[in-house]
């Protein structure tokens, strides 16, 4: 069986520190205060970010600016829901959407890789091909005839024109074909079918049960994609009230003096969640991401 | 074995239809949401439309949409600039920073290899419209940190002569290709690392070791020995690259506020497919736009193949 690649593509499965020599090791520790100068330097938005929220806007605007957290968190945030008050709306939006995203394409992601990984039809590999081959269209493409599908459908400014055309995306079929493949035994849904289990129950029953993990990851990945979505709500919402929160923040830009505090401390708000989810789940995100580039 | 065991087995007559029941929520929603409005945006490039007249609005203009995106739409031409030219500037550090260091990640780091590599990762999966609203502070002229941190750079003997003399107006036409570059590259540097990483990993160590034993050194080694293998990653990433970098739309637009900055300096072809077809209404010149700009990402892939892409 050719198709079936276990988890070579996991980081960390060779041991990859080197035998360093005495003459090497001053090179190596350069490399690293390199290496971690630079991590410090893709971390200082973050840390800015976080900073300003804690600050007025005279603070903000003061030069040098803020380094450390301040005591204006509180202002910030009621100037933040008097300029936007409907910020609390948004943010439910974005769960909402994100959440129902995500649950609808760990059902379809999984029932469609449980057909390509274990089952024989006619047809199956061109399917497969044709399911990859939408992941190379790139996305901008849509922008114009998604926009007036939806409003066809009269779906502008309904949260389901976000949700339903990203119920079943391709890479979590990709990942749940590749996981079901290398990890769910073949003899256990050759027993089930022997006991005259229905297709779908061997599904729910046998093979859900078991795909923990990759559930997991595809998970973490659909509801960051949702959670992070612009384009889609840029065309289809309408009404601040119905806006997700990147849309939502985004109203914060526009003319007269910008409020930094309350805007910092918005998108404070919307990155939070996932920094929580990232540093539980880096690994795991970082494999199921990159596990279809391993593949090609 | 398996082979034999789901071969002989033949399903009852439910069972036949199941797997084409579970694939089929992709194939509807595919043919409903991507199919669709792929296949009308193309029937809407020639023509010209009227959406408020519905579908009587539209009358066949031939290649017109075309003709004219590419000989009268100056700001078109201006905005494909743009768009190479970031795609360039923030594209080509990316992939020449992101090698080194996966290597260097990879070989040069012990327990500490995950925390770090989740540092360069993390503005990849950040909102780009939050963290491009604390970049558009960060940038400011006259309280931005950027500036600042040039300020006390310049107090610097030889590195402060790399500075520029004065604070920086990022909004300025000269200027802004750079902000909106750096941080795209700002964003995907990590992702990129971390393609890099997951193809280093796949290397055998014995390979390298056989190499050390016969005494080739760490720049021997990678030159040689990983930089060839890495090649169909490199493939890979680039043509990402590709795709992302010429598409790009959420950067630019918020840093420049959605107006694409002073002389629209900014503005990438997206952001102008955009303001065509939702700002000015033209939607059939707007998908004309969109397929110009799909033959240039495809253009460019093939490009990349002949280049980088070997057998595969």
């Excluded at chain 2, 900014?266 to 209404?281: I, L, P, S």
Aim: hydrophobic fraction near 55%; include cysteine; glycine fraction near 8%.
């Amino acid at each position: 069986m050719s198709a079936a690649m276990p988890a070579a593509a996991m980081p960390g499965a060779l041991p990859a520190r080197p035998r360093v020599t005495r003459e090497r090791r001053g090179a190596l520790y350069l490399g690293r205060a390199v290496v971690l100068a630079g991590a410090l330097v893709m971390l200082v938005p973050f840390w800015f970010m976080f900073v300003f929220a804690t600050h007025s806007n005279s603070e903000i605007l003061s030069m040098p600016p803020p380094m450390w957290f301040g005591g204006s968190l509180g202002d910030n945030l009621r100037d933040l829901l008097e300029r936007l008050p409907t910020f609390w709306w948004n943010l439910g939006w974005s769960f909402y959407v994100a959440i129902a995203t995500t649950a609808l394409n760990l059902f379809f992601c999984a029932l469609a890789g449980h057909a390509f990984a274990l089952l024989d039809f006619a047809g199956k590999e061109r399917f497969y091909a044709a399911v990859m081959t939408t992941m190379l269209l790139p996305g901008f493409i849509f922008m114009v005839p998604t926009a007036l599908t939806m409003s066809w459908l009269g779906w502008t400014n309904e949260h389901r024109s976000l949700i339903v055309p990203g119920a079943c995306g391709a890479l979590g079929i990709f990942l749940m074909r590749q996981y079901i493949e290398s990890a769910i035994p073949r003899d256990l849904v050759e027993a089930a079918r022997l006991d005259g289990c229905s297709e779908f129950m061997i599904w729910w029953r046998v093979v859900l049960p078991l795909l923990g993990p990759a559930l997991g990851t595809l998970a973490l990945i659909t509801f960051i994609g949702s959670w992070n979505n612009f384009i889609g709500p840029l065309v289809v919402l309408r009404d601040m009230d119905r806006y997700t929160l990147p849309l939502a923040l985004r109203s914060l830009q526009g003319s007269g003096q910008t409020p930094w505090g309350a805007m910092c401390a918005g998108a404070a708000i919307a990155v939070l969640p996932l920094l929580v989810l990232f540093a539980f789940t880096s690994r795991r995100l970082i494999s199921g991401l990159t596990a279809g580039a391993v593949k090609h | 074995m398996t082979a034999a065991n789901t071969s002989r087995r033949k399903p009852l007559i439910p069972a036949r239809w199941a797997p084409y029941v579970f694939i089929s929520p992709f194939f509807i929603l595919f043919g409903a949401f991507g199919l669709f409005p792929l296949l009308f945006s193309i029937v809407l490039s020639f023509h010209q439309w009227d959406p408020v007249a519905g579908v009587a609005g539209m009358h066949w203009v031939g290649l017109d949409n075309f003709v004219y995106a590419l000989t009268r739409d100056d700001w078109l031409r201006k905005a494909m600039f743009n768009t190479l030219w970031i795609a360039l500037v923030s594209g080509i550090p990316q992939h020449l920073v992101a090698l080194p260091l996966a290597w260097f990640l990879h070989r040069g780091f012990g327990r500490a290899r995950n925390a770090v590599t989740g540092a360069y990762f993390l503005p990849f999966i950040t909102s780009t419209v939050a963290i491009s609203l604390v970049f558009s502070s960060l940038f400011s002229k006259d309280f931005g940190l950027v500036n600042a941190a040039f300020a006390s750079l310049r107090e610097v003997p030889v590195l402060g002569w790399l500075v520029p003399g004065q604070s920086i107006d990022w909004s300025q036409p000269g200027y802004t290709k750079w902000m909106i570059s750096a941080v795209v590259f700002w964003r995907y540097v990590g992702w990129n690392t971390v393609l890099y990483m997951s193809a280093i990993q796949t290397i055998p160590v014995d390979l390298l070791e056989a190499a050390q034993i016969d005494g080739a050194s760490a720049r021997q080694r990678f030159l040689h020995i990983v930089l060839p293998l890495l090649k169909p990653m490199m493939f890979f990433a680039v043509t990402l690259s590709i795709i992302g970098n010429l598409q790009l739309f959420e950067e630019p637009f918020i840093l420049t506020g959605g107006t694409g900055g002073i002389d629209q300096a900014g503005k990438t072809a997206a952001m102008h497919m955009y303001a065509v077809a939702f700002m000015d209404g033209d939607f059939g010149t707007a998908s004309a736009i969109a397929w110009l700009l799909f033959m240039l990402i495809a253009g460019s892939t093939w490009i990349n193949k002949r280049l980088l892409g070997g057998r595969r």
